[in-house]
């Protein structure tokens, strides 16, 4: 029993040890470090990282809250608190490039922390799918899992308007060969699925309905039986909404990661 | 009479000019109120933006119906505001159609008729798009025209620039029409223009059969109605949704070029921040000893905002494409941007004119914050900026909505309790949630137990 197959999930600190770079950080954020749901992400991206055979490495417990709801909530102070501890970790390693599966990780690092002072190539992980597949280090396979099935994509918010990625994901969802419906409002015109803006971390306010499921139900409206997602909070609200539909059995929300890597069953 | 007249228009000119100057003025210092912010860089850029989105009304197209009749009533109002040049000749030396005249004196007539027609053309568009308009807003009952914010007065004002127009428009047809018959007639100070097809078919029957001088009458009141018109018109777009026509352009000129979804630093934090890492921190300014007054964090009052930020409120259309696209809003929330825009809008009216009148501006005892927007929209928000995509001037209510937050979780402590919770795990924890740091690497085990699992397995 050698561990060949064995998924290795190199360090920052190991790597730094032996003296190595890495092509790429992958920064995990906190919802793929704690979210039970969102692990599983975590781990189909690390497969495909694995078996793309890329040089990669992860900060493990030296991660840290980008900070991304605490500035949205207002609190200026503790967003730059532990932006600067980040920064200094990420500049102490010499990191040149990061992908990460959250939008919210993306936008903050790319966008945010140049200001004080991290500058850095960052992707998120549709983006680096689709380099992947633009290289042909992942390929179209036919009589995948997916052939033919119908798939929506739920666009997240810091990822289109807030970055302009629309294209990627589909990009990276074309390769399965299923069917991509389109929600009534999608791209520049997406709807959020309500847990932006640090929204994740308190009760809706008053009003006639929640948002995710307002979007759930333009979701179920395409009759697909796959809605995918890109964000760690895209993917609990449109759960918690399906689940409320009681659709649970018809209808389940993936990630792109995971439906890549269950279709290179990985 | 003539002389009457002149006197009469001069008399009008000045006073517009007066009170457009001060109207002018007023807004602009209005605006000052705000923080400074640099958007003068990237000018090509900017540039770029306004000719796409301004002139060319790129975003409006998303609504293509919409779109179109609003172009026609732009495009028809900035060409026939060019015959207003013959109109403020004429007014000023007494005359009637000089230019006209002119071109006859040089054998050019053809061209005054062809422009003129042209003219006419617009005017026609000009009315069917704002009775479409009018319609579409009164009757069809879209949503997007209704609100909490949409009170009595912007209803008012949303019509009564449409109804404005439409007058307007009769007026020249009415003067063309009135002309043209005078001219058949040969009456002397009526210069012939050539056919204008559209007057002359649509509104000549109805002055056919007036003798000589009622026409002229006839012909001098829609004179009259319309050069007023015009000029009440530029007085009462400075109090109206209608300042667009205008501050559209500076305002996409000034918009945001960066990526949506970042939140501008506060450097003011940055720096104190970095005293507590024991960071070194580069341009130490406070030498100059301005230590006195600490600017307030985040915004509490129009002047914490940005000068942009209150632009853009003199901008708003109050069309609602942002409040239609917004999450909150659309889910029964008290959240709706463009009230946010109205709001700063008005606050900064009320300030402004209290200044004016020597009153105590902003000292006045109530603040943007709770007497005009309440915390309850302002936690309503998931900062998705679809109303900053939606907006066709390019206006930017989540920056508002942001730094009024910061001054809620910042200056009063006035976050929401599960907020503070969140704030004091990413202290504690360094996660948003209440788990122990230490377990943040547990799911690399877990992939591992997994994979040893389905090796066992095989
Ligand atoms: S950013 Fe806020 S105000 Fe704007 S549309 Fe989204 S939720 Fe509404
Ligand atoms: S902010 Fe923009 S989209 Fe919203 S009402 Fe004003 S002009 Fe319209």
Not at chain 2, 356 to 362: E, I, N, P, W, Y
Not at chain 2, 366 to 386: M, V, W
Request: glycine content about 8%; aromatic content about 10%.
């Amino acid at each position: 029993m050698e561990d060949k197959n064995l998924y290795k999930v190199p360090t920052m600190a190991e790597m730094a040890q032996n003296g190595e770079s890495p092509e790429v950080l992958f920064w995990v954020g906190c919802a793929g470090s704690f979210d039970d749901r969102y692990k599983e992400v975590t781990k189909a991206f690390i497969k495909i990282l694995n078996k793309v055979g890329i040089k990669f490495a992860v900060l493990g417990q030296e991660e840290s809250c980008t900070g991304d709801p605490a500035r949205r909530a207002g609190n200026e102070f503790l967003f730059q608190m532990q932006a600067m501890g980040n920064i200094q970790v990420l500049n102490g390693y010499n990191i040149k490039k990061i992908v990460t599966a959250c939008p919210h990780c993306f936008n903050t690092i790319k966008n945010e922390y140049p200001d004080l002072g991290g500058n850095y190539e960052v992707m998120h992980h549709s983006e680096f799918l689709q380099q992947l597949i633009n290289d042909g280090r992942i390929t179209l396979k036919e009589g995948g899992a997916f052939e033919g099935k119908k798939i929506t994509y739920h666009d997240s918010c810091y990822l289109g308007r807030a970055n302009d990625v629309y294209e990627a994901p589909r990009k990276v969802l074309e390769t399965l060969d299923a069917e991509l419906v389109e929600m009534k409002r999608c791209k520049t015109n997406g709807l959020c699925c309500g847990a932006g803006g640090a929204q994740m971390f308190k009760e809706p306010e008053k009003g006639n309905k929640d948002i995710n499921i307002e979007r759930t139900e333009e979701a179920l409206d395409t009759g697909a039986g796959i809605i995918a997602t890109a964000c760690p909070f895209c993917m609990t609200m449109m759960s918690d909404g399906v689940k409320n539909k009681e659709k649970e059995e018809q209808v389940k929300v993936f990630d792109l990661a995971e439906l890549i890597a269950k279709n290179e069953k990985l | 009479m003539a002389i009457f007249q002149q006197i009469l228009f001069i008399a009008v000119v000045a006073t517009t000019g007066y009170l457009l100057f001060k109207r002018i003025l007023r807004i602009r210092n209005n605006i000052k109120l705000g923080r400074k912010t640099d958007r003068f860089d990237n000018k090509s850029e900017r540039w770029k933006n306004t000719l796409l989105i301004a002139f060319g009304q790129k975003k409006m197209f998303k609504k293509p119906i919409a779109a179109l009749l609003h172009l026609g009533i732009y495009v028809g109002f900035l060409v026939i505001n060019i015959e207003g040049i013959e109109f403020f000749l004429d007014g000023l030396f007494g005359k009637h159609r000089v230019i006209a005249r002119f071109l006859q004196g040089i054998n050019m007539t053809g061209f005054y008729t062809v422009t003129l027609n042209i003219f006419e053309f617009l005017a026609v568009i000009v009315i069917l798009s704002c009775v479409f308009f009018l319609i579409r807003r009164n009757i069809l009952g879209i949503k997007r025209f209704d609100g909490i914010e949409m009170t009595h007065w912007p209803k008012l004002d949303a019509n009564l620039i449409l109804i404005f127009e439409i007058i307007l428009m009769f007026a020249i047809m009415t003067m063309n029409a009135s002309d043209q018959i005078l001219q058949s007639r040969n009456v002397a100070g009526y210069p012939q223009t050539g056919r204008m097809i559209f007057s002359d078919i649509f509104a000549s029957p109805f002055y056919q059969n007036l003798s000589t001088p009622a026409l002229i009458i006839v012909e001098r009141v829609a004179w009259w109605i319309h050069i007023i018109g015009i000029f009440a018109f530029a007085i009462y777009v400075t109090y109206s949704k209608h300042l667009h026509t205008a501050l559209a352009f500076p305002n996409t000129y000034f918009a945001n070029l960066n990526a949506q979804g970042k939140i501008q630093n506060m450097d003011e934090v940055t720096k104190e921040v970095k005293m507590m890492m024991g960071m070194p921190v580069e341009n130490e300014e406070s030498t100059n000893g301005n230590e006195g007054e600490i600017p307030r964090l985040g915004a509490k009052d129009v002047n914490d905002l940005s000068w942009v930020n209150i632009m853009n409120a003199y901008s708003c259309t109050e069309c609602g494409r942002c409040t239609s696209q917004c999450p909150a809003n659309l889910t029964g929330k008290k959240l709706s941007p463009r009230k946010i825009m109205m709001d700063v809008r008005n606050r900064a009216e009320e300030v402004g004119e209290s200044i004016a009148k020597g009153g105590k501006g902003l000292e006045d005892g109530k603040s943007l914050l709770g007497d005009y927007i309440t915390k309850e929209e302002l936690f309503a928000c998931t900062s998705c900026n679809a109303c900053v995509e939606a907006c066709p001037v390019m206006i930017d209510p989540l920056s508002i909505i942001l730094q009024m937050r910061r001054y809620l979780s910042m200056e009063e402590s006035g976050a929401p309790q599960s907020w503070n919770a969140m704030f004091s795990n990413i202290e504690t924890s360094f996660a948003p949630w209440k788990f122990p740091p230490s377990d943040r690497f547990k799911w690399a085990d877990e992939l591992a137990k997994e994979q040893e699992n389905a090796d066992e397995n095989k």
